[in-house]
DNA sequence: ACCTCAATTTAGGCTGGCCTAAATTTTACC
DNA sequence: GGTAAAATTTAGGCCAGCCTAAATTGAGGT
């Protein structure tokens, strides 16, 4: 549980991130996502659908959608946590692995004026330490043609592009079998059974195992 | 009115300044300190004083004091506070009347981790850019013969040390008049009746005059 | 079509921290 | 030493956001 209530920009995250395969945001998805109780997210949703201007569309019984004013908060938030992950990553020497919770703070605490300058002292990125795209200031998001590794048939070349960052020791087994951001491998054969994909990493002679839950954490970009 | 309530470390903080001089925090100064009703002040010292420890020594009608534990819990949050100042100021490029606020919201998000590597950073300073003392790591402070400029008599000489932070319209007419950290001065004269000092700065010619609220918000270092 | 069950919402309640107004105590002055 | 003013506390409420338990509803299997 964490050790205090998820904010407005919290909840619009979360439906963010929820609702990006173009369903509803669940009720229940939403609470286990925030941490809280099913009941609470339905009296919060309430709110953030009356609040004026309107921040999400909710549909008894049928989830939550971001209206264009809410997605612009849930992006700018998600710029300034980006910004703050590749931040403390680059100047203050943080592991790729540990930046994540710092953000999730920090991104309720900046002012507008540090993230400019922050942006403006990394040379306005683009892109995230998890390879993950930054929200430009106008909030439109940068390309990439990134899928997840579960997706790739053997035989495939491809790279890197971004791993989720939600847990860390996900990250530091990813870390340890050298998949970072950036590495190009081969798909060098997929068994349908139990989903494992075996990798050759560039540059290696040995093949990498990775399970069918690694593999959706992992998001590549295939050669065509 | 600020947006949002105080929290323990703020009462702790106001407690600790208030308390400076050896006296008491009387609830309606920090009610004001803190932009809250006294009511509330009231409400919040019991709360603190039967916190597990003890956070605060309260006695009805007669103010507040920190107990060790609370002074800590102070001490601590000044150190972030003012890490965060110079921090601001030397990484990000803010102005010094800049700071303040930011180091206010931030102080509350950042982990011991990130005091650590900020600090680090830094290279452990033991002064903020207001020339404030930051606590080390171990909470104590290091020492300056620092003295409010109201104090400074008719004739003697003296360098400006620190200067208060709270208000940024202070802070940017003592940039105007030159009054920064480090610069040494020569009092010219005192008028008792509305208590003004004039200052000769070192360098310069003309005598620059100091009315009794600035020369309370300026401390100095006085030649012996 | 129905029925069960999982998902969701409603109802009712709690806590923390704020507020105002009224009561009380201290202080300070004559 | 008495009293008016100032400071403080008490009393009583409000609000946001959380919780649990009970009621409702939609959806998939038969």
Redo the contacts between chains.
């Keep these: 549980m964490p050790d205090t209530s998820p904010s407005v920009q919290d909840y619009l995250k979360a439906i963010y991130r929820l609702t990006r395969d173009g369903r509803q945001a669940a009720t229940n998805r939403l609470a286990a996502a925030l941490g809280v109780a099913p009941a609470s997210v339905t009296g919060m949703l309430k709110r953030l659908a009356s609040e004026q201007p309107p921040l999400v569309v909710y549909r008894r019984r049928r989830g939550a959608t971001l209206t264009p004013a809410g997605e612009r908060i849930a992006l700018a938030t998600l710029r300034r946590h980006r910004l703050l992950e590749l931040f ?1 990553v680059r ?4 592991g790729w692995d ?1 930046v994540h ?2 953000a999730e ?2 991104e ?4 507008a ?2 993230e400019a ?2 942006a403006r ?1 990394l040379g306005e990125p683009a892109f995230d330490p998890h390879g993950h795209p930054i929200p430009a200031p106008d909030l439109t998001l940068p390309l990439s043609r990134a899928v997840p590794l579960a997706q790739a048939a053997a035989g495939v070349r491809g790279r890197i592009v971004s791993v989720s960052d939600a847990d860390p020791a996900v990250l530091r087994r990813l870390s340890a079998l050298g998949l970072l951001p950036g590495v190009g491998f081969t798909v060098v054969q997929r068994t349908a059974g139990d989903n494992l994909a075996y990798l050759r990493v560039e540059g290696s002679a040995e093949a990498v195992v990775i399970g069918p839950a690694l593999a959706e954490a992992i998001f590549v970009e295939l050669d065509t």
Aim: hydrophobic share 45%.
């Design positions: 403390l100047v203050l020497g943080y540990e919770e710092e703070r920090l309720h605490a900046i002012s004026r540090m300058r922050i002292l």
